[in-house]
């Protein structure tokens, strides 16, 4: 179900005041351009992406019956509108082999991270997560940060409820060995 | 890896997702929404005819076959009516020309029909280029 404060942005929009929407961009500009960003690779591509989503979006508005929920709505729009682009410029969703975790590598890792100061972490996961192939940066994203159900986010992309939970689980592994290196390197360098 | 670990890699999964944020666009993408949104909507297509207009040109005309092929054999409409008697027609004699035989009226069905699905097509082919 859609929350109370999109409905009534919603209801205003359909009535007519444009302006209502510009609530819903602001609310939701920065998740729209995170996961077409994560699929597109590019700020600019990713800008043009999210604004047509948002456009999409505005004028699908009198379709959208409330049974799911807003945002899972214009996620999807969003990750189709992102995955027409890509298909467009021919470009390929990338994949990388995992290895197992040993035992201890958690906690090593976990512990220099939380050594790091707050904005250099920050961006050490975040060059992490952008190494992972497009798709799964979207699946982490929607999971671990807008902590969306696996069912919502099988109304966001076109994966099965199965495949979300593989691909969520080998994600998660490859994340935390980017992340080894990236400590790894870190320490190297120190 | 066992169960534990597998919880333990989830909840710092978590936790390092959420410490590093969102990306956010450049300065101004709301308003360029907003704009390319308003832009829009100043060419937004409207029909000439609306759908209810629609609505009313099909009856009408599915009015008029069904009355030409009702009364084409046998006798005019304005004298199923009765108009015919009340006003004297005898010196235009035009009523009584008004009389179509099984081809004609199929012919018409077909003619107007045909007409209502092109209208639909360059509507549609109209709309999709102004899209």
Redesign the interface.
Same mark, same amino acid.
């Given at each position: 179900m859609t929350n109370l404060t999109d409905h009534n942005y919603i209801e205003k929009t359909l009535q007519g005041d444009t302006l209502a929407f510009s609530n819903l961009v602001e609310k939701y500009q920065d998740m729209v351009f995170s996961i077409a960003f994560k699929l597109l690779r590019n700020r600019e591509e990713a800008e043009d992406a999210a604004q047509d989503a948002f456009v999409k979006c505005y004028h699908s508005l009198p379709k959208f019956k409330g049974e799911a929920k807003f945002s899972s709505w214009l996620y999807r729009i969003v990750y189709n509108t992102s995955l027409d682009r890509l298909k467009a410029n021919k470009k390929s969703l990338g994949d990388m082999v995992v290895d197992e975790i040993s035992e201890g590598e958690l906690e090593s890792v976990e512990t220099t991270l939380n050594y790091i100061e707050g904005k250099e972490r920050s961006a050490i996961i975040k060059a992490a997560v952008e190494k992972l192939p497009s798709e799964e940066q979207v699946l982490i994203l929607l999971y671990y940060f807008e902590e969306l159900s696996l069912r919502e986010i099988t109304e966001v992309v076109d994966i099965s409820l199965e495949n979300i939970k593989v691909r969520l689980f080998r994600s998660r592994k490859k994340l935390f060995k980017l992340l080894k290196n990236e400590v790894e390197f870190l320490k190297r360098s120190v | 890896?066992s169960i534990e670990?597998e919880k $333990? #890699? %989830?909840a710092?999964?978590?936790r390092?997702?959420?410490? =590093?944020? #969102? %990306? $956010?666009? =450049?300065a101004g993408?709301?308003n360029?929404?907003?704009l =390319?949104?308003?832009k829009?909507?100043q060419y937004a297509y409207t029909p000439l005819i609306k759908k209810w207009g629609w609505y009313i040109i099909a009856s009408l005309l599915t009015a008029i076959t069904v009355i030409l092929i009702k009364f084409s054999d046998r006798s005019t409409f304005l004298e199923h009516l009765g108009v015919v008697k009340k006003i004297d027609f005898s010196n235009l004699d035009i009523v009584s020309k008004l009389q179509f035989s099984d081809t004609t009226s199929f012919v018409l069905i077909m003619a107007f029909s045909l007409i209502l699905f092109q209208m639909y097509l360059i509507k549609k082919m109209y709309f999709k280029q102004f899209k």
């Open positions: - | 890896m670990e $333990k #890699l %989830e710092i999964t978590r390092m997702i959420q410490d =590093s944020g #969102l %990306e $956010k666009p =450049s993408f709301m360029r929404v907003m =390319s949104i308003q829009e909507q």
